[in-house]
């Protein structure tokens, strides 16, 4: 049985948070789904091994496949994409130290989630 692991990674405080899953496309399809009210398009899931999802007034979700063949670059890149939505909408413009520190952050709570 294919599963999904999920994890919450807080950005900046506890305000702000990133949504992390890894794992079956199924499963985390559904989860997304659940989790916005609003149709997404579902191309990410079907052509991709990493997708990142956001709609106002909700935080980003990040989905790596379980089989993408390199983790750790996907999840990097696809945290750089969920870091900009949280400062778009924190109005924040500044994407030095902090921002890079942000989404290493999102990497390590991505290597803890797959040693569990």
Same mark, same amino acid.
Do not use: C, Q
């Given at each position: 049985?294919?599963?999904?692991?999920?994890?919450?990674?807080?950005?900046?405080?506890?305000?702000?948070?990133?949504?992390?899953?890894? &794992? #079956?496309?199924?499963?985390?399809?559904? =989860?997304? /789904?659940?989790?916005? *009210?609003?149709?997404?398009?579902?191309?990410?899931? +079907?052509?991709?091994?990493?997708?990142?999802?956001? &709609? #106002?007034?909700?935080?980003?979700?990040? =989905?790596? /496949?379980?089989?993408? *063949?390199?983790?750790?670059?996907?999840?990097?890149? +696809?945290?750089?994409?969920?870091?900009?939505?949280?400062?778009?909408?924190?109005?924040?413009?500044?994407?030095?130290?902090?921002?890079?520190?942000?989404?290493?952050?999102?990497?390590?709570?991505?290597?803890?989630?797959?040693?569990?």
């Amino acid at each position: 049985m294919k599963k999904l692991k999920k994890t919450t990674v807080p950005i900046l405080n506890d305000t702000y948070y990133v949504y992390l899953l890894y &794992g #079956d496309k199924n499963k985390a399809e559904k =989860w997304v /789904s659940d989790y916005y *009210p609003f149709t997404l398009d579902k191309y990410p899931f +079907e052509n991709n091994k990493g997708a990142t999802f956001h &709609g #106002d007034g909700y935080h980003p979700t990040i =989905w790596i /496949s379980e089989d993408a *063949p390199e983790p750790y670059s996907t999840v990097a890149h +696809e945290a750089v994409h969920a870091i900009k939505w949280i400062w778009n909408d924190i109005g924040e413009y500044n994407h030095d130290e902090v921002f890079a520190h942000s989404v290493g952050t999102i990497v390590r709570y991505f290597i803890k989630l797959l040693e569990k």
